[in-house]
């Protein structure tokens, strides 16, 4: 079974573009969650979507929005890139949402904003 | 903060030595999950702990799990080079966020 697929893997942006991000989670995993990884700030839950609809939000402005297709596909966009975007973000996916369930991480996407 | 705290933030130990990290919190959570992290790369699932279990194994790792002292433990017997990366505890909280520590940074010596 593939695992969690994130594309694309590297990319460079200039500040005040935006960017989308997309995540493939594992066959039959429902539940798509993503995360952004600082060196400051360490591993910060974005948001966490369920049968296409958002389940839960972290602390993020609006500049950073997502949303679930019908297949389970995700993507998370990212509007007037700032320096500080610079990342690594995490893609997970779960068979369902809840407590219980095993999350399971794709490679990221490394995003260098200049 | 959110975050849990990790400590210690780093560890060196000889390869074959045992390594404990630690994570405490500060909420009611639903589970704990400990994951691994190569430099660079995403996080691989070590093992998942509900609240209502204490302790769990899987193959050379063992997870505790004290709800009274908010606390887990991760412990790897018998390390190996291949054991070198940062560790991370996870937890899912009532609300169901899930909230990340900051992560243990171990570096197995050959």
């Known amino acids: 079974k593939a695992g969690v697929t994130q594309t694309p893997r590297y990319l460079i942006k200039t500040r005040g573009q935006q960017v989308t991000l997309s995540c493939s989670p594992i066959?039959?995993?429902?539940?798509v969650s993503w995360y952004q990884q600082t060196p400051g700030q360490g591993l910060q839950f974005l948001f966490e979507?369920?049968?296409?609809?958002?389940?839960n939000k972290g602390n993020f402005p609006g500049r950073f929005s997502g949303r679930q297709f019908s297949n389970s596909r995700s993507e998370m966009n990212v509007s007037t890139l700032e320096l500080g975007d610079s990342a690594l973000y995490l893609c997970?996916?779960?068979?369902?949402?809840?407590?219980?369930?095993?999350?399971?991480f794709g490679e990221g996407s490394w995003l260098t904003v200049v | 903060s959110q975050q849990g705290e990790e400590d210690p933030q780093a560890l060196s130990i000889q390869e074959g030595e045992n390594a404990t990290m630690n994570c405490s919190y500060k909420?009611?959570?639903?589970?704990l999950q400990w994951y691994r992290q190569n430099s660079g790369r995403g996080l691989v699932h070590l093992i998942l702990i509900r609240s209502n279990e204490r302790e769990k194994h899987s193959g050379r790792l063992r997870v505790t799990l004290d709800t009274s002292k908010k606390s887990s433990s991760l412990l790897i017997t018998a390390s190996r080079a291949a054991d070198t990366a940062s560790y991370f505890c996870a937890r899912r909280e009532r609300d169901d966020k899930i909230i990340f520590g900051k992560g243990t940074r171990l570096h197995i010596l050959p």
């Open positions: 066959s039959g995993h429902r539940s």
């Open positions: 909420t009611s959570i639903n589970n």
């Open positions: 979507y369920f049968s296409e609809t958002q389940r």
């Open positions: 997970a996916s779960s068979t369902t949402q809840g407590a219980g369930n095993t999350i399971y």
